[in-house]
C-alpha cells in the first residue's frame, strides 16, 4: 500500500464543515469534556478512544438520553468480551425513538414506498399512536420485558410499529423478511422462542405478488411458545382462524408507556448469515443501541430534523434496524418495500428523488450495477436534494467513487462504510468534516479504536492485517442467544487475540487514517506469502464488461500446493473464450499481482449469496475441499441452493 498523498475526490466545503453536528459537538465536548478545541476529527478521534468513558457521558448528554434512574459511572468493567456499560441506568429506546412527536407532531416519521414509487407518510403523532396503542395490546396478551416478539415482515411501516411497541414494553424484537423460507425463519426464531408473531399474507415484489401464508401457517406449527398470531393484510386476504387483526390491535389513541429497562436490558435478536451451522443469535441492547446509533447517525452521518434517510434494505438485514434508528434523531425515515431493480435499474434514485432522500444507502453492488447498465442518475432524476450517498454490503470499487463522483454529483459526499451485524454499526465510513479519497472510508468511528494487526499483535500502518478493535463498544453484543457459558461469543471474535475483537476482515489503516478493506480474513488468498483479499480481485476483474459477477477461491492442497479457481458468471452473450481468459489473466497480473493470476477461470452458471446477499466463499472453499453440502453450508442461508451443485460436482469430477 503506497503512503503517497492522493489527491481527494472529494472536499467539504469549509461552510459545510462549519455547520456538522461533529463540529458542534467537538466545540461543545471541548469547553464541557475537555476534548480537543483544535486538530479537526483526527484529534477528536483520539480523545474519544483514548477517554473512552468521558467520551460516552459527552454523547449521552449531547443528545440529551434520558436515563430513568441515573447511572454509577459509564464503564463498570472494560474487559471483552463482557464490558459492563452505564451500570445502574434504566432508560427506554422507544422513548428516544418517538421524542420528536413532542415538536413535529404533523411532520412526517415514515416515508413508506411501493414498487409504484409514490410516497405515503405516517406522521409522528400518528406513529406514537399506534406505537401506544399495540403496546397496550402486547401487555393485555401478556408480554413482559425479555420475552421475544417476532416479526416476518417487509420493510413497511407496521414493521417499525411493531419494534417500537416490543421495545416500549421491554420485550425483544427479531425479524426476518418474508422471501426468507420457512426453514431458515424457524433456524432464526426458533432458538429465541417468540410469544407473539406478527406476519403478512405475503408481499409485492418485481411486479409480482407473493403469497406467504402456507409458510405462515408452516411457522406457525413450528413455534410452539406463540401465544398469538397477528395478521397484516398486505394482499388483502382474510384473517387466518386465530389471528388476530392488525388494524384492531393499533386502532385506540393511547399514549405509549415506556418500560424503564436496564442499560443493558436485550432490545432485539440479530442473526449472522449463518453459512455454517446454525445462525449465531445475536443479542444487543436498549442503552448500547441507543448511544451507538445516536453517535453513528447524529455525528458521523450528520442527520437531524431537517433531514430525509433512505436505505435500501430489508427486515432480514441489519442495516433495516439502523435505519429504524435514524428516528432517534428526529430524521424522517424511508421505508422502501419492493425490488431495488424494478421497473429498472434506476429504480432507488427515483425513490430518491420521489422522497427528497439527503441521505441515501444503498449497497456497494447496486452502484457497480447501474455503473454497468449506463444508469445516469443526475440527467435522469432531480437528486439535488442528496447531499450524501453511502454504501455497505461489500467495498465500493474505486470505480463505483468516480461513477458517483461523475454521474451524481461533483460536489457529493461518498461514504462507503464498514461495520457488522456483530455491532450493528459501523467501525469505519462516514465523517462529514473529512476529505474522501478514491477506493477509502474516510475513517474509524468515534469511541472506535480501530487498528489493523499483524498476527503477532502489531499494529500496521499501511499495511495488510486483521481487523480488530481493541477497547469495547457500547452495541457489542451483550451475549448470544442459547450460548449459556459465552463460549461461542467468545470463540466468534477473541480467540485469535485475547481480549481484542477480531472482526474477521482484512484492512489497512492508512498513514492518513482512512481505511481500505479488502475482504474477509477467512476467505483470503495467501500466494507464496503474498495476501490478497477476494474484494481486489472483484474489483478488478468485474471492470471487465464480460463479466457480470465473479468468485475467487484459494485451497490449500494437501502436498502443500495452493490452487486458486476463480468463477465467473458471464454477461448474456459473452463467452469465455481465449481472448477473454487472457484478458482476466491480463488485468489481474497489471492491476493487482502477478502471484494471484488463477491457476483456472471456469464459467459457472451463478455465483450464491446470503439472503443478505453477501458471495458464500467459505462455504464454496470447503465444498472444493470434498465437504459434503450439508455440512459446507447451512442451506436454507443461500439465495439459490442449486447454484451450489456446480462447486459440488466440480470437487466430485476433480476427486
Known amino acids: 500500500m503506497s503512503t503517497a498523498n492522493p489527491s481527494p475526490l472529494w472536499q467539504p466545503a469549509p461552510e459545510r464543515i462549519a455547520q456538522a453536528q461533529i463540529t458542534k459537538f467537538q466545540t461543545w465536548a471541548a469547553e464541557h469534556h475537555g476534548a480537543p478545541s483544535h486538530g479537526g476529527y483526527a484529534a477528536l478521534h483520539r480523545w474519544s478512544v483514548d477517554e473512552l468513558d468521558t467520551f460516552w457521558k459527552a454523547v449521552t448528554e449531547w443528545f440529551d438520553v434520558r436515563f430513568s434512574t441515573p447511572y454509577t459511572r459509564v464503564l463498570g468493567d472494560r474487559s471483552m468480551p463482557g464490558a459492563e456499560w452505564f451500570p445502574g441506568a434504566t432508560l427506554n429506546y422507544a422513548e428516544h425513538a418517538l421524542r420528536a412527536a ?24 400518528e406513529l406514537r399512536r399506534q406505537v401506544g396503542s399495540l403496546a397496550a395490546e402486547l401487555r393485555a396478551l401478556g408480554v413482559h420485558p425479555g420475552d421475544r416478539v417476532s416479526g416476518y415482515l417487509p420493510n413497511v411501516p407496521q414493521a417499525v410499529v411493531a419494534l417500537l411497541a416490543t421495545a416500549a414494553v421491554g420485550a425483544v424484537w427479531t425479524s426476518c423478511a418474508p422471501d426468507f423460507g420457512a426453514r431458515s425463519v424457524l433456524d432464526r426464531f426458533q432458538q429465541v ?13 418485481g411486479g409480482k405478488e407473493h403469497d406467504r401464508r402456507d409458510v405462515v401457517a408452516e411457522l406457525r406449527g413450528e413455534l410452539p411458545t406463540l401465544r398469538a398470531v397477528v395478521h397484516i393484510p398486505l394482499l388483502g386476504t382474510e384473517a387466518p382462524e386465530g389471528a388476530l387483526d392488525w388494524s384492531t390491535l393499533t386502532s385506540a389513541d393511547v399514549e405509549p408507556v415506556f418500560e424503564p429497562v436496564p442499560f443493558d436490558h436485550p432490545l432485539w435478536v440479530l442473526y449472522s448469515s449463518g453459512t455454517t451451522g446454525l445462525p449465531k443469535a445475536i443479542v444487543q441492547s436498549q442503552g448500547g443501541i441507543l448511544v451507538e446509533h445516536l453517535k453513528q447517525l447524529g455525528l458521523h452521518c450528520d442527520l437531524s430534523t431537517e433531514d430525509r434517510f433512505f436505505w435500501y434494505t430489508s427486515t432480514g438485514w441489519m ?49 457497480m450495477a447501474c455503473r ?10 432531480d437528486l439535488t436534494s442528496v447531499r450524501c450517498v453511502a454504501t455497505t454490503g461489500s467495498p465500493l470499487p474505486p470505480d463505483g467513487f468516480r461513477w458517483l463522483h461523475d454521474e451524481v454529483g461533483e460536489d457529493l459526499w461518498i461514504a462507503s462504510v464498514s461495520g457488522g451485524t456483530d455491532v450493528c454499526s459501523c467501525f469505519a465510513g462516514a465523517v462529514p468534516t473529512l476529505p474522501v479519497y478514491i477506493g477509502e472510508l474516510q475513517a474509524a468511528g468515534l469511541g472506535t479504536d480501530l487498528q489493523s494487526w499483524d498476527p503477532s499483535g502489531k499494529p500496521l500502518i499501511d499495511e495488510v492485517g486483521e481487523l ?3 477497547s469495547p463498544m457500547p452495541s457489542m453484543p451483550i451475549r448470544f442467544w442459547n450460548d449459556p457459558d459465552g463460549s461461542r461469543y467468545h470463540d466468534s471474535y477473541f480467540d485469535t487475540y485475547p481480549g481484542v475483537w477480531r472482526h474477521g476482515d482484512w484492512i489497512t489503516v492508512t498513514s492518513r487514517d482512512s481505511v481500505v478493506i479488502h475482504g474477509r480474513s477467512d476467505s483470503t488468498l495467501n500466494r507464496q506469502g503474498v495476501r490478497m483479499g477476494s474484494a481486489d480481485i472483484y474489483e478488478a476483474v468485474e471492470r471487465l464488461p464480460e463479466i457480470k459477477e465473479s468468485l475467487v477461491i484459494g485451497i490449500e492442497q494437501p502436498d502443500g500446493g495452493y ?28 492491476q493487482l499481482s502477478p502471484r494471484h493470476v488463477p491457476d483456472e477461470v471456469i464459467e459457472v452458471p451463478g455465483v450464491p449469496h446470503t439472503l443478505t446477499g453477501k ?7 470447503r465444498l472444493l475441499q470434498g465437504a459434503p453440502l450439508d455440512k459446507a453450508v447451512n442451506v436454507g442461508s443461500v439465495d439459490n441452493v442449486e447454484l451450489l451443485k456446480f462447486y459440488e460436482d466440480l470437487a466430485r469430477r476433480r476427486g
Open 102 to 125: 413532542g415538536t413535529r407532531a404533523d411532520e412526517p416519521a415514515l416515508l413508506h414506498v411501493d414498487e409504484t414509487h409514490e410516497p405515503t407518510p405516517v406522521s409522528w403523532s
Open 193 to 205: 422462542e417468540p410469544v407473539v408473531l406478527f406476519t403478512v399474507d405475503g408481499y409485492r415484489y
Open 319 to 367: 442495516m433495516w434496524n439502523f435505519l429504524v434508528s435514524g428516528l432517534l434523531t428526529g430524521t424522517t425515515i424511508v421505508l422502501y418495500d419492493g425490488s431495488p431493480g424494478y421497473p429498472d435499474t434506476g429504480a432507488q434514485w427515483r425513490i430518491a428523488e420521489r422522497t427528497g432522500a439527503t441521505l441515501f444507502g444503498t449497497s456497494a453492488a447496486y452502484v
Open 372 to 381: 454497468k447498465a449506463e444508469v445516469h442518475p443526475a440527467r435522469d432524476f
Open 468 to 470: 480488530v478493535v481493541t
Open 563 to 590: 490452487w486458486m479457481p476463480l468463477f465467473v458468471h458471464l454477461a448474456p452473450g459473452a463467452a469465455l473464450d481465449e481472448a477473454l481468459l487472457n484478458r482476466i489473466k491480463q488485468t489481474i497480473r497489471e
Open 615 to 621: 458471495r458464500i466463499e467459505v462455504p464454496v472453499k
